[in-house]
């Protein structure tokens, strides 16, 4: 397999990936918000992993698209994955607590793609345990390589794990932006005064901008320290192994 097969195949596997993760993420909203009262998301079908039934046609397949096949085309896009999907329905006047359970309800997107990183996390270090070819195919994948002789299953187990580590931290910190509609704008207007309120949603009018000009230095603020954290605990495991 060439290196630019290889960029293929991982460009696959990312979109996939991020597929699944916002259909994981806006799910757990659905979920959540069913568990508190609300049946809006349930009743319109959004209580589901199915993709289709989330789908943005901008968000979910144009943006990600863009920035993950971008430069395999030469079209100089790229960075820091990120990509949405339709927000999921909820009707907070069904909600007991109405704070504390919309709260809940939002706090559940960005868990549910800090769960797959977990999961990610788990199924390399068990890959790393099994022995010296999976100390090897662990390796590879975090520097984002296939060793061609004997590359099989084990590999791109390895790659999958290593990049749903990588989609869900970007998921995480992106929704996790202080910016409505992002999950971190509900969070934080939430926590502000009554009288703070109607400033802060004039922000949600200048929201796609903000987030164009911010969202890159966001996400690497939290990605960088995140990945060093990570690493330092995989390599553990390989020391172990």
Not at 62 to 79: D, E, K, N, S, W
Not at 190 to 208: C, E, K, M, S, T
Not at 212 to 219: A, C, E, Q, R
Request: include cysteine; hydrophobic fraction near 55%.
């Amino acid at each position: 397999m060439g290196v630019s097969n290889l960029d293929w195949v991982i460009a696959v596997f990312e979109f996939v990936i991020l597929l699944f993760s916002l259909s994981v993420h806006e799910c757990a909203h659905g979920w959540t918000a069913l568990r508190l009262g609300d049946q809006t998301a349930y009743q319109q079908g959004r209580v589901t992993l199915n993709p289709v039934k989330h789908i943005d046609v901008l968000g979910t397949l144009v943006f990600p698209a863009l920035m993950i096949f971008g430069p395999l085309l030469g079209l100089g896009l790229g960075g820091f994955l990120v990509g949405w999907a339709k927000p999921t329905p909820v009707t907070t006047r069904n909600f007991r607590n109405l704070k504390r359970d919309e709260t809940l309800t939002t706090l559940a997107g960005p868990l549910s793609n800090l769960v797959l990183v977990l999961v990610g996390f788990v199924l390399l270090a068990g890959i790393a345990l099994t022995g010296s070819e999976g100390r090897v195919a662990v390796v590879a994948a975090m520097n984002m390589q296939v060793l061609l002789e004997g590359a099989g299953w084990m590999q791109a187990l390895a790659l999958m794990g290593y990049l749903a580590i990588e989609v869900n931290l970007a998921l995480l910190f992106f929704n996790l932006m202080p910016i409505p509609p992002l999950d971190g704008g509900y969070l934080l207007r939430n926590a502000l005064p009554y009288r703070a309120l109607g400033a802060y949603d004039q922000v949600g009018r200048f929201a796609f901008f903000l987030v164009l000009l911010l969202g890159g230095f966001w996400i690497r603020l939290f990605m960088e320290p995140s990945n060093r954290m990570i690493d330092s605990a995989m390599a553990l495991f390989l020391h172990l192994a």
